[in-house]
C-alpha cells in the first residue's frame, strides 16, 4: 500500500491513497541502525519524542521509508491489535446485551417487575453511558490505553457478576447505571486507538473487525444463555443469574490478561524497530495533507483545551450524530429486543435464543467484507448510504406484514445491513477529524450522543405491542430516514468545502499561514480534504 494521507490536490478524492497512485520521489533514504525490537523497559516518553523527531525531520517523505514493507508491517499491527481489541468489544456488547437474554428467561417474573420497570434499566444505562465517554477519551491518551482500558474492564465485569445477586427492580436498575459509567470509555476508546495506529483508508476494515464482535455477541450471547439457562436451580440460584454472573468472571478474567497484552500507541511498540515506528508516525501525521514540501503540513498531536472546544463547536459532529441515530437506534433495538421480538412469534424461549445466532453471523461477516470494499475503494457515504436504505426496507416488511417469517426475514434484513453502516460511519468521521486531541474529542462525543438513541430505542418496543411491535419497528424506521438526510447535507457540504479549497490553493492562499498555524488548523486547514 501507499502512505494513506498524502493526497494530491489536483487529483480527485478517488485517487486518495491508493495503492498504485504513489511513485516515490528520487530523495535519499534514512538510514536507521539497525536494531531489534526495544524491550518494554525503556523510557516510553523519551520514546515519543525521539520517534516523533524522527519522523517529523527536515527532507523526511515517503521515499525515505521506500524501502521498507508496508504490507508486512500492517499484519503485524494487526496480529497484535486487532484480536484483543475484538476481544473487549465482544464481551462489552455481551454484557450490555445479554438482560434481553435473561428476560425470556424468568428475570421478569422473579424481580416482579412491570414492563415500563424493565425498560427503565434499559434506559438509565445509556444516560452514565454517554456522560462519561468524553472523560474518558481524553483520560485513555494520557493514563495508556494497557493500563485505562483493562481497569475499567475489571469495574464492569465486577458489576455484571454482582448483577447476578440482584433481588428487586431498584437492585437491577442501579446496577445497569454503575455498567454505564464503567462501559462507557470502551468504545470511544478503542475507536478512536484503532485512528492512532491505522491511516484513513485502512481504518474502518480494523474497525469492522472490532465492531463484528458485536455481532459476534449477539450469536455468542444466544448460544451461551441457552446453554447457562440449564443451569437453572443450581447454587439455588435461577438460570437467569447464571448469566449475569458467569458472563461478568470472564471479563474480569479477560481484562487482566489484557493488562500484559495491550499495546499504548506506535512510538512505543515493542513489535516494531524504530524505523518502522518511524514510518507509521509519519504516515499518520501527514495524512489528509498534500505530498509538497511547500504545502505538507503535520498534523498536531498536542492537547490543548482550544481542540476540544473546537470539537464541541464543530458543525459535521453534530450533524454526523443524526447519521449515527439512524443506525445506533435499530441497533439497540435489535440487540435489546432480538429475543423477544422472535419469542412472540410464536417461538419457545429455547428456540428464540437460537434464531438470534443466523442474524449476528451474517451481519458479522457483511461488515468485515463491506469495509474490505469501503476501504479498497477509499470511500465512505455511498456504503453507509446504501446500507441505511436496506435498513429502511427491512424495517417497512416488518411494519406492513404480520406473518412471522416475513417479519423475522425484515428483522434479518435490517440487522445485516446495520453491522456493516456502524463501522463505516465511525470511521468516516474519523477520517474527517484531523489533530488527535480533537479526533478523541470529537469520536466520544458522537458516540456520547448517538448513544442517547439506545436510551431512546429501550422504549421503542413496548410489551403491550406485542407480538408485532408496529410502533417500534415505525419509530426505527423515522430515525433511519432522518440519518438519511443527514448523510446528504454531509455529502454535498464536504464536495463544496473541498473545492472551494482547491480553488483557495492553486490561488496561494495558504502562503499566508507558518506551518505551525496550518497545523493548528487541522481540518479546518485549506491543505486538508474531507473524505467521501
Aim: aromatic share 14%; proline share 4%.
Amino acid at each position: 500500500m501507499a502512505f494513506c494521507g498524502v493526497e494530491n490536490a489536483r487529483r480527485t478524492s478517488k485517487a486518495e491513497c491508493r495503492t498504485n497512485s504513489y511513485r516515490p520521489r528520487s530523495r535519499g533514504t534514512l538510514h536507521f541502525p539497525q536494531q531489534s525490537p526495544v524491550p518494554p523497559s525503556w523510557d516510553k516518553s523519551e520514546e515519543v519524542a525521539r520517534i516523533d523527531a524522527l519522523a517529523t525531520a527536515p527532507g523526511v517523505t515517503m521515499a525515505s521509508f521506500a524501502h521498507l514493507d508496508e504490507k508486512k508491517i500492517l499484519r503485524k499491527m494487526d496480529l497484535r491489535l486487532i484480536p484483543m481489541l475484538a476481544l473487549l468489544y465482544l464481551l462489552s456488547f455481551l454484557d450490555r446485551g445479554n438482560i434481553g437474554n435473561a428476560k425470556i428467561e424468568g428475570l421478569v417474573e422473579d424481580l416482579n417487575m412491570t414492563g415500563p420497570q424493565y425498560n427503565w434499566c434499559l434506559t438509565v444505562f445509556f444516560f452514565t453511558y454517554a456522560a462519561f465517554e468524553v472523560p474518558s477519551n481524553l483520560l485513555l491518551k494520557k493514563l495508556r490505553p494497557s493500563i485505562w482500558l483493562p481497569t475499567i474492564m475489571v469495574a464492569w465485569g465486577i458489576v455484571m457478576t454482582l448483577m447476578g445477586i440482584v433481588q428487586n427492580f431498584k437492585g437491577l436498575l442501579i446496577a445497569r447505571i454503575f455498567l454505564g459509567v464503567t462501559e462507557a470509555g470502551l468504545f470511544p476508546g478503542v475507536a478512536y486507538y484503532i485512528t492512532m495506529w491505522y491511516c484513513r483508508h485502512e481504518a474502518q476494515l480494523r474497525q469492522a473487525l472490532f465492531f463484528s464482535a458485536a455481532s459476534v455477541a449477539g450469536a455468542f450471547s444466544g448460544l451461551l444463555a441457552y446453554g447457562i439457562a440449564h443451569m437453572d436451580g443450581v447454587g439455588n440460584l435461577e438460570g437467569w443469574r447464571w448469566i449475569f454472573i458467569l458472563e461478568g468472571i470472564l471479563t474480569v478474567i479477560v481484562a487482566i490478561t489484557a493488562y500484559f497484552i495491550l499495546f499504548d500507541f506506535p512510538e512505543t511498540a515493542s513489535f516494531l524497530t524504530e524505523e518502522e515506528r518511524a514510518f507509521v508516525v509519519y504516515r499518520l501525521k501527514y495524512q489528509a495533507a498534500q505530498d509538497d514540501e511547500e504545502t505538507k503540513v503535520a498534523q498536531d498531536d498536542t492537547f490543548k483545551w482550544e481542540y476540544v472546544k473546537a470539537a464541541f463547536l464543530d458543525w459535521q459532529i453534530w450533524t454526523n450524530i443524526w447519521v449515527y441515530w439512524g443506525i445506533v437506534a435499530p441497533l439497540y433495538g435489535i440487540s435489546l429486543f432480538l429475543p423477544t421480538i422472535i419469542r412472540a412469534l410464536g417461538y419457545t424461549s429455547s428456540t428464540a435464543q437460537l434464531l438470534t445466532v443466523p442474524i449476528y453471523v451474517t451481519a458479522s461477516i457483511l461488515a468485515i467484507a463491506v469495509a474490505y470494499v469501503s476501504d479498497r475503494y477509499g470511500k465512505r457515504y455511498p456504503f453507509i448510504l446504501v446500507c441505511l436504505c436496506i435498513m429502511a426496507v427491512g424495517f417497512i416488511m416488518c411494519i406492513s406484514s404480520s406473518t412471522p417469517g416475513v417479519i423475522y426475514a425484515g428483522v434479518f434484513i435490517a440487522a445485516c445491513a446495520l453491522y456493516p453502516a456502524f463501522p463505516g460511519n465511525i470511521t468516516w468521521l474519523s477520517n474527517n477529524l484531523a489533530g488527535s486531541t480533537k479526533r478523541a474529542t470529537g469520536q466520544a462525543i458522537q458516540i456520547a450522543c448517538g448513544n442517547l438513541a439506545g436510551a431512546m430505542a429501550s422504549n421503542f418496543y413496548r410489551s403491550k405491542d406485542a407480538p408485532h411491535y408496529v410502533l417500534g419497528h415505525a419509530l426505527e424506521l423515522g430515525f433511519i430516514v432522518a440519518g438519511i438526510i443527514a448523510l446528504l447535507v454531509l455529502v454535498f457540504s464536504y464536495r463544496r468545502i473541498n473545492a472551494t479549497r482547491e480553488k483557495q490553493l492553486a490561488e496561494g492562499a495558504h502562503n499566508g499561514y507558518t506551518p505551525e498555524e496550518m497545523s493548528a488548523l487541522g481540518d479546518r486547514a485549506l491543505t486538508f480534504r474531507y473524505f467521501l
